[in-house]
Structures are given as structure tokens and as C-alpha cells.
């Protein structure tokens, strides 16, 4: 089984507002993308399309929302939705991530 690689961030989005986070430079088909997304609070999260849900957690004053999905060759930017008082996003890539079961490779390579 091949180890995941780092391939590189994207720029860190933030605002009040809609935001457009762009993609790593350096991606192609089949990296995964790892979008990381903070805000004062997650009234009603609208995952964007393409992405699947990983993890959400929420308290009183922030909510942290992380999904993943593999790039196609057409990947420039990500829309997020919902926005609040302040939102900020950003989108991770790495390569050679097991394209059936990516979240518990991604997690057992991490964690080894």
C-alpha cells in the first residue's frame, strides 16, 4: 500500500460572507482533498457538492466542519455557503490515498 503524501494548502479564506476557497496549486485527478471550515456556529450546514461529510463539532461559540473528496481535473475552487459572523476555510491535497476506504487509510497513516 502506497503512504500518503503532502502535496500542498491552498490559500486560507476568511469573511463574513459567501466565501470561494480556492484549490492547491499542484493537484490532480484523484488527490484528496481535505476542506477544513471554521465559523461562529453552523446554523444549518450545506455541505458542498462533491464533498462527503467527516467530522463536525460545535459549541456555543465555534463549530469546526471538515469534508473530503477526491480532485477531478477540473478542481479550481470550492463554494461555501454558509456563511456566518465569520467563517474561514481552507483546502489541504494529498496524494496516493487508497481511493476505496480514504478516510481510515488518511486517519491509520496519520496516526502511525
Known amino acids: 500500500m502506497t503512504i500518503p503524501t503532502y502535496v500542498a494548502a491552498g490559500t486560507y479564506t476568511s ?4 466565501l470561494t476557497v480556492p484549490m ?13 471550515v471554521e465559523s461562529d456556529t453552523f446554523s444549518s450546514w450545506n455541505t458542498p457538492t462533491g464533498y462527503m461529510d467527516a467530522y463536525t463539532s460545535q459549541d456555543s461559540n465555534t463549530a469546526m466542519h471538515v ?3 477526491f480532485a477531478t481535473a477540473s478542481e479550481t475552487s ?6 456566518r459572523e465569520h467563517t474561514s476555510a ?4 494529498y496524494r496516493g490515498v487508497y481511493l476505496n476506504n480514504p478516510m481510515n487509510q488518511f486517519i491509520m497513516t496519520a496516526l502511525c
Open 15 to 18: 469573511g463574513t460572507a459567501g
Open 67 to 69: 469534508c473530503w473528496k
Open 24 to 36: 492547491p496549486a499542484g493537484i490532480t485527478t484523484d488527490d484528496f482533498l481535505l476542506l477544513i
Open 90 to 93: 481552507l483546502v489541504l491535497a
Open 78 to 83: 470550492v463554494s461555501i455557503t454558509d456563511a
